[in-house]
T-cell receptor
Framework: EPEVTQTPSHQVTQMGQEVILRCVPI?????FYWYRQILGQKVEFLVS????????KSEIFDDQFSVERPDGSNFTLKIRSTKLEDSAMYFC???????????????FGPGTRLTVT | AQKVTQAQTEISVVEKEDVTLDCVYE???????LFWYKQPPSGELVFLIR??????QNEISGRYSWNFQKSTSSFNFTITASQVVDSAVYFC?????????????FGKGTMLLVSP
């Protein structure tokens, strides 16, 4: 069964450093997302991406964050200058085009645990 | 604005007991979609069900069942004859017109602990 993959599974970085989190969405999906989950808290939406541009973003997704689909398979989240409070699990998700019955479910990757020291 | 409330932070049951996880949502839209996801200890988010606001039929899938009540804005999830492998955090989520039917607004999750 096709699945969303993410690398690395765990990333440790120092405050102020840039990190790039990588995702490979399911191949026939057209909508891509990043969410984050601070330890023990709920999953929060960061950004959605469709047709090579950002379609929605949350207040969390400030100028320090950017997303890119550099080729036909990868979808990346970059944090330019990491802060301690960026420590969280980052989930990538993708979904197929909608049906007559509306948008389909999102499928999530296993997550990348980012630790900022 | 949309909101999802899962009032139960943690539930502990003994194997074979039935358990219901509550989910109450808020939205101003008449068309919306509700979801349940499971997050086992390994951390991934596993899709369980999607339901649109026009379909109020309850759904059963094996030991899982979902009760959608528009009148009370609830979308509760019942596990029958729980098993240890059901131990996980369960998230209810909402997608509506305000979010472009795209983003998911999650509740805080309910941690279910099933002991042998």
């Amino acid at each position: 069964e096709p699945e969303v993959t993410q690398t690395p599974s765990h990333q440790v970085t120092q405050m102020g450093q840039e990190v790039i989190l990588r995702c490979v969405p399911i191949s026939n999906h057209l909508y891509f997302y990043w969410y984050r989950q601070i330890l023990g808290q709920k999953v929060e939406f960061l950004v959605s991406f469709y047709n090579n541009e950002i379609s929605e973003k949350s207040e969390i997704f400030d100028d320090q964050f950017s997303v890119e689909r550099p080729d036909g398979s990868n979808f990346t989240l970059k944090i330019r200058s990491t802060k301690l409070e960026d420590s969280a699990m980052y989930f990538c998700a993708s979904r197929a085009p909608g049906l007559a019955g509306g948008p389909r479910e999102q499928y999530f990757g296993p997550g990348t645990r980012l630790t900022v020291t | 604005a949309q909101k999802v409330t899962q009032a139960q932070t943690e539930i502990s049951v003994v194997e074979k007991e039935d358990v219901t996880l509550d989910c109450v949502y808020e939205t101003r839209d008449t068309t919306y979609y509700l979801f349940w996801y499971k997050q086992p200890p390994s951390g991934e988010l596993v899709f369980l069900i999607r339901r649109n606001s026009f379909d109020e039929q309850n759904e059963i899938s094996g030991r899982y069942s979902w009760n959608f009540q528009k009148s009370t804005s609830s979308f509760n999830f019942t596990i029958t004859a729980s098993q240890v492998v059901d131990s996980a955090v369960y998230f209810c989520a909402l997608s509506d017109y305000n979010s472009g039917y795209s983003t998911l607004t999650f509740g805080k999750g309910t941690m279910l602990l099933v002991s042998p």
